[in-house]
């Protein structure tokens, strides 16, 4: 969970402390909780998705269509 990544250091930083760990766990994809922030990052051993909190508490009820 970050509250903003408007930062490219605090952005780099959360990024990198995710694929580190999904890389050592064998885990493909992920997920960083924001305010507002969207976007998806692919990488070469999985997917983080970046969401604002919103989307993440509805679930599977409204996702954009990129996010499927």
């Given at each position: 969970?970050s509250?903003?990544m ?6 780099e930083?959360?990024?990198?402390a ?7 766990t ?9 305010m507002?922030d969207e ?29 499927i």
């Amino acid at each position: 969970v970050s509250c903003v990544m408007d930062e490219p250091k605090t952005k780099e930083r959360e990024i990198r402390a995710l694929q580190e760990a999904m890389t050592e766990t064998n885990i493909n994809y992920a997920e960083i909780i924001t305010m507002q922030d969207e976007e998806i990052i692919n990488f070469e051993f999985g997917v983080i998705k970046i969401i604002p909190a919103w989307l993440w508490c509805l679930g599977d009820k409204l996702k954009p269509s990129s996010f499927i």
